[in-house]
């Protein structure tokens, strides 16, 4: 469960709390543990995995945060050197 | 590497929230709305609202998809889910909503079959899984859930999915702000935009914002420091006479948006040429219907829905709370008839419903103040 603190960047929002699938603008983010194909293995702040489909993003490479939503991911979460003031 | 720490720090949130303090006039009142019910939970979770000056308002918009989903659509997604032959999944929210006569957890209790499902390839799964069946996937959301159901849809056409159709109810997200802006109930001086509609639609949808009706913006992250960095984004710009789209979530909103997604969205949908929003009533072009091209997977099609309207309980105020004119404890029936628990709109069955929301995080506060002032 590596890098937890930095996959909390959306509120609590983990695939296993299901409410934010529904409500529809909460994504999820997650890291890549391994691709496969079309699919990538991804672990979430709680440590808990699911495949994730990422051709809407493709090229992932491992280590990378997606933002994901309902198994699929819609964008990468690129680091933010500075918060804005 | 920054992602979240520095947006929950508490020295920068107080730096913040007192620099919005030095550009309020005290003379003006200011009604900032925030269209997305993943701020508003963000808001009423982490007491944003108690760091903002009293001349600050914010007004919560209709950002959850589930509470502005009519309750016609409701009735005709558990028509389909009673049929013998379909096995009907949807997300877990959806079960727990109204419809006219009941929902469908009370539908699956009665032995229809119904399934929750994360995700809709875990409903495309199912077809395959059982081909003798119907598999229905009951589609909601904005454009941040509608990529994974046109993904869906494009993988089910490419392996030749026959038993698998969707019914969809996704709707897009500037039709319903423009309906707002037009609308002569409210006044508002600028928004926060949502933060992952805006990572697959980018932030150029939201230049009419400021270009026609003068209204500032600033896309948000959900983080506590995110929005009030994006409310003193928007206030800078009404002090400094300024009004143009700014993004404040750069790190994941990228001011394009995703175009692959958004290819994948224009191949398998198109505009519906007017959909019932609750509490917004008909707006045009403001929901997605699937392509000719995807047609043969329409569960309205396949199983011919009629398209019924059915209006909502009468003591229900979701419609005048959806437009921000009604604050969720001024429904009179918050916290009495209408409940997480035992809902009565929608509104209250969403965890980014404002009414839960506020049910959950800012009750206490509320009933001091506003329980005298319910109509």
Same mark, same amino acid.
């Given at each position: 469960m590596a890098h937890r603190d930095e996959?909390?960047?959306?509120?609590?929002? /983990?695939?296993?709390?299901?409410?934010?699938? /529904?409500?529809?603008? $909460?994504?999820?983010?997650?890291?890549? @543990?391994?691709?496969? !194909?079309?699919?990538?293995?991804?672990?979430? !702040?709680? !440590?808990?995995?699911?495949?994730? $489909? @990422?051709?809407? @993003?493709?090229?992932?490479?491992? !280590?990378e945060v997606l933002l994901t939503h309902g198994g699929v991911a819609i964008g990468k979460v690129t680091a933010q050197e500075e918060v804005p003031q | 590497m920054k992602y979240v720490d520095e947006f929950r720090n508490a020295e920068l949130a107080r730096a913040v929230s007192s620099e919005i303090n030095s550009l309020v006039d005290?003379?003006?009142?200011? #009604?900032?709305?925030?269209?997305?019910?993943?701020?508003?939970?963000?808001?009423?979770?982490?007491?944003? #609202?108690?760091?903002?000056?009293?001349g600050v308002e914010l007004v919560h918009g209709p950002g959850c998809p589930v509470c502005v989903l009519p309750m016609g659509r409701v009735d005709e997604g558990i028509a389909i889910a009673e049929r013998p032959e379909v096995i009907f999944t949807c997300f877990g929210d959806m079960m727990r909503v109204p419809g006219s006569k009941g929902n469908l957890q009370e539908v699956k209790a009665q032995g229809a079959d119904i399934r929750m499902v994360y995700s809709p390839l875990d409903a495309l799964?199912?077809?395959?899984?059982?081909?003798?069946?119907?598999?229905?996937f009951y589609a909601i959301g904005f454009e941040t859930t509608a990529p994974s159901t046109a993904l869906t849809l494009q993988r089910a056409k490419k392996e030749g999915i026959e038993n698998f159709s969707v019914f969809c109810?996704?709707?897009?997200?500037?039709?319903?702000?423009?309906?707002?802006? =037009?609308?002569? =109930?409210?006044?508002?001086?600028?928004?926060?935009?949502?933060?992952?509609?805006?990572?697959?639609?980018g932030c150029r949808p939201y230049e009419f914002m400021p270009e026609d009706y003068g209204k500032p913006v600033a896309v948000a992250g959900f983080e506590p420091l995110d929005l009030l960095q994006s409310i003193l984004m928007v206030m800078r710009q009404l002090d400094e006479g300024r009004c143009e789209v700014e993004n404040q979530y750069g790190r994941a909103v990228p001011w394009e948006g995703n175009l692959r997604a958004?290819?994948?969205?224009?191949?398998?949908?198109?505009?519906?040429p007017y959909f019932e929003w609750?509490?917004?009533?008909?707006?045009?072009?403001?929901?997605? #219907?699937l392509s000719e091209a995807y047609a043969d997977f329409d569960a309205e099609v396949r199983y011919s829905s009629p398209g019924v309207r059915v209006a909502d309980p009468k003591a229900c105020q979701c419609g005048e709370v959806l437009k921000g004119v009604l604050k969720p404890p001024e429904c009179r029936v918050f916290g009495t008839a209408c409940t997480p628990e035992s809902p009565l709109g929608a509104l209250m069955v969403s965890s980014e419903g404002a009414c839960a929301a506020y049910y959950n995080f800012g009750r206490k506060s509320y009933e001091k103040v506003e329980i005298g002032s319910r109509r």
């Open positions: 996959l909390l960047l959306s509120d609590s929002c /983990t695939l296993d709390h299901d409410g934010c699938i /529904t409500c529809s603008d $909460a994504g999820i983010p997650v890291r890549v @543990v391994s691709v496969e !194909g079309d699919d990538a293995l991804c672990e979430d !702040g709680a !440590g808990d995995r699911a495949e994730i $489909a @990422v051709e809407l @993003v493709a090229p992932v490479l491992v !280590g | 005290p003379d003006r009142r200011y #009604k900032i709305m925030e269209i997305c019910g993943g701020h508003t939970h963000t808001i009423y979770r982490h007491g944003i #609202k108690d760091l903002l000056p009293e799964r199912i077809a395959r899984e059982n081909p003798d069946r119907e598999v229905v109810n996704h709707v897009t997200i500037v039709p319903p702000v423009r309906a707002l802006l =037009d609308s002569p =109930d409210l006044r508002l001086d600028a928004f926060v935009g949502p933060g992952h509609v805006s990572t697959v639609i958004l290819e994948s969205l224009a191949e398998v949908f198109e505009l519906r609750r509490g917004l009533g008909f707006v045009s072009q403001s929901a997605l #219907k």
